[in-house]
């Protein structure tokens, strides 16, 4: 399957530290990819550096075979790639569906269709964005009384608003239950395979990393390790050495 994203030589460096050294990514198209990797390790950097939050100072990104390395975060969302925060990012008093409509009218206005209202429209997709994510009961409840866990997937759905190819995802799991962790994950392998999403993740939970994933590429120092199918990656002696290991997996 052809490759909607590739990453080569990355690196990023803050005065002088090179939180990003070297990194390497690959992500086929309807892929479900993870990034692993100890505490700063450099993911989240990697994640800026992708989504075009922070400009590399070397390398490269191609999205759907064309060069977006230090494009704007904007035009790298229009192209294409949706994400979310390690932190959730959502408008706290605004209603569940608010939150998602604002981002549908955002990608709107860059695509403006001369027969239907842009309103109406975008209640339409707002309303099968919700449905899409199981938040279509909660529709009208105010974004910050949802728990910890709804407002993870409510911003998976505010993500789906600017309707990505890829979506990348800082953590999705972090402080969640084991059942939300569990219904989030349900959430994103059926993305991938009926809504024809690619999903690029990073993750510390190894049991979530190891039933989604397809491939796991690892992450130290900055660095790329390796990346390859799962059990190869269980396997391979650098990756057990340098973080299986010591993270007990
Ligand atoms: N804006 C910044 N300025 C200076 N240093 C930074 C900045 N952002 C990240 N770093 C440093 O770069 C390294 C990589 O950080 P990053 O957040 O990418 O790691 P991570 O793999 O996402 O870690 P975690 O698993 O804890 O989320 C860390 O040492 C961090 O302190
Ligand atoms: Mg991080």
Known sequence: MADLLRVEGLGKAFDGF?????????????????VIGP??????????????????????????GHEITGLPAHEICRRGVGRTFQIANIFPRLTVFENVQVAVLAQRRTS???FRPAAGQAVEDTAAI????????RA?????????????????????G???????????????????????MALVGRLAREGGLTILFCE???????????????????????????????????VQEAYLGDAGA
């Open 204 to 238: 510390h939970d190894m049991s979530v990393v190891f039933a989604v994933a397809q491939s796991i590429m690892v992450m130290r120092g900055g660095r790329t390790i390796a990346q390859g199918p799962p059990e190869a990656v269980r396997q391979n002696r650098e």
């Open 130 to 137: 919700l449905e899409r994510t199981g938040l279509l009961a």
């Open 140 to 160: 009208q409840a105010v974004a910050g009384t949802l728990s910890h866990g709804d407002q993870r997937i409510l911003e998976i759905a505010i993500a789906l």
């Open 162 to 184: 600017s309707r990505p190819r890829l979506l990348v995802l800082d953590e999705p799991t972090a402080g969640m239950s084991p059942e939300e962790t569990a219904a989030t």
């Open 39 to 64: 505490n700063g390790a450099g993911k989240t950097t990697l994640f800026n550096l992708i989504t075009g939050l922070l400009p590399p100072d070397r390398g490269r990104v191609v999205f759907d």
């Open 18 to 34: 090179r939180a990003v050294a070297d990194a390497a990514l690959v992500v086929p198209q309807g892929a479900i990819v993870a």
């Open 112 to 114: 403006a269709n001369l």
